[in-house]
Every structure is written in structure tokens, then in C-alpha cells.
Nanobody
Framework: QVQLVESGGGLVQAGGSLRLSCAASGRAFRSYAMGWFRQAPGKEREFVAAISRSGGSTYYVDSATGRFTISRDNAKNTVYLQMNSLKPEDTAVYYC?????????????WGQGTQVTVSS
């Protein structure tokens, strides 16, 4: 089992940047593919970005491509989401996810979420 704790959310103006962090504890971090999802009020939770166990492969939702970067530091048991050029529509609770199966992040472990609010 793995425990996930997100941090780094906050209030930022449109065009600004934030870096989210997700610290993992428990079983070997490098055994897990990691991802970020988000959920806006009244909407379903949606995929944002994912990174493979080694960090060699990444994948993004179209709306994040070119603006967001997912990375991981296996020595620190942490995954990051650097978000640039933020837009009001990026406002949501952002969740970190982990699963041994890169393609099944939704069905793995979740953090408690961190709020990101982008003002116009």
C-alpha cells in the first residue's frame, strides 16, 4: 500500500504558475506509475497527466500539453506537476494517483487533493 499527500495548491492569477507536489510513503515508490487528476465543482474527475515508473514516459490531456509538466524524483518519493500559463478553467481540486499499472491509475491509490484556484 502507498499513502499520498499533495501540496502546493493555492490561488493564482491567470497566466501564473504553480508547482504541485505529491509525497508518497509506504511500499517502494519506484514500483508505481503516478498521475495527476482534477475535479472541478459539478464535474467528473478528469485525467491530467501521468508518468511511468522510471519517468521515461509521460502522457498529458490535450488541454495540459505545452503548459503542464509532470516529473518524478524517485530518490525523494515525490511526483510533481509544474503548471504554467494557468487559466481560470484549470480551477479544480487536483489529486495525485498511484498504481503499478500505468494504464489503471484511476483504480489505484489516491491522495486527499489540493485546491487550485485561478482568478481571471
Amino acid at each position: 500500500q502507498v499513502q499520498l499527500v499533495e501540496s502546493g495548491g493555492g490561488l493564482v492569477q491567470a497566466g501564473g504558475s504553480l508547482r504541485l507536489s505529491c509525497a508518497a510513503s509506504g511500499r517502494a515508490f519506484r514500483s508505481y506509475a503516478m498521475g495527476w487528476f482534477r475535479q472541478a465543482p459539478g464535474k467528473e474527475r478528469e485525467f491530467v497527466a501521468a508518468i511511468s515508473r522510471s519517468g521515461g514516459s509521460t502522457y498529458y490531456v490535450d488541454s495540459a500539453t505545452g503548459r503542464f509538466t509532470i516529473s518524478r524524483d524517485n530518490a525523494k518519493n515525490t511526483v510533481y506537476l509544474q503548471m504554467n500559463s494557468l487559466k481560470p478553467e484549470d480551477t479544480a481540486v487536483y489529486y495525485c494517483a498511484a498504481n503499478e499499472d500505468y494504464g489503471s491509475l484511476r483504480h489505484g491509490y489516491w491522495g486527499q487533493g489540493t485546491q487550485v484556484t485561478v482568478s481571471s
